[in-house]
């Protein structure tokens, strides 16, 4: 089992809409988690990161944290067609001295 | 302006040649990475540092070798280049001071070995 899992996508959604993307991970130990967008041949740029249970929120985008069930989410608000991109989650703890990355989800917007 | 650079950008190189991705930033952040991304896929960390002096291998296994004499440097080296070595090298820093651990990304070194 990957320690970090994503939906590969491709998700579609049209302009204007709430795209959800979630990610699960295994390691209970897990403390910070982290959202990175990646355009195709471009690197991975960080968005958000979040470490207590529930919401917080960054301008359209909003991440969401639930320990208990071992899941996070990126909600992306008036979703944009600049928003194409593949969205990384990775998890990072105190035991580890990097981070674990999901393979990522691809999100297409369609105008 | 604080950012991580490297160099080259592109590289297109002969089998069993010796190339050195170089990585630098100037954000003042102690600890570095070399992850190994292939079109599509996910990252592999393939190397980290915690400071001066300090390296170690990450989960995939690599031929390639990182040496770190200073902070802000952190080069990778690989002494007889395959193709299975065609790939996106991607550097990355993120500070030890307290905080989440967020890393930063330079923007990568794409590596074709012919």
């Known amino acids: 089992q990957k320690e970090v899992e994503q939906n590969s996508g491709p998700l579609s959604v049209p302009e204007g809409a709430i795209a959800s993307l979630n990610c699960t991970y295994s390691?209970?130990?897990?403390?910070?988690f982290f959202w990175y967008r990646q355009y195709s041949g471009k690197s991975p740029e960080l968005i958000m990161f979040?470490?207590?249970?529930g919401d917080k929120e960054d301008g359209r985008f909003t991440a969401q944290l639930n320990k208990a069930s071992q899941y996070v989410s990126l909600l992306i608000r008036d979703s944009q067609p600049s928003d194409s991109a593949t969205y990384l989650c990775a998890v990072s703890d105190t035991g580890r001295r990097a981070l674990t990355f999901g393979s990522g989800t691809r999100l297409q917007v369609q105008p | 302006e604080a950012d991580i650079y490297q160099t080259p950008r592109y590289l297109v190189i002969g089998t069993g040649k010796k190339i050195t991705l170089e990585c630098s930033q100037t954000?003042?952040?102690?600890?570095m990475y070399w992850y190994q991304q292939d079109p599509g896929m996910e990252l592999h960390l393939i190397h980290y540092?915690?400071?001066?002096?300090?390296?170690e291998k990450g989960d995939l296994s690599s031929e390639s070798t990182v040496s770190r004499i200073r902070t802000e440097h952190f080069p990778l080296t690989l002494e007889s280049a395959r193709p299975s070595h065609t790939s996106q090298y991607l550097c990355?820093?993120?500070?030890?001071?307290?905080?989440?651990?967020?890393?930063?990304f330079g923007p990568g070194t794409r590596l074709t070995v012919l």
């Open positions: 540092s915690y400071g001066v002096n300090s390296t």
């Open positions: 954000m003042g952040h102690d600890k």
């Open positions: 990355a820093s993120s500070s030890r001071a307290g905080g989440p651990n967020e890393q930063f």
């Open positions: 979040i470490y207590s249970n």
């Open positions: 390691d209970r130990g897990s403390q910070s």
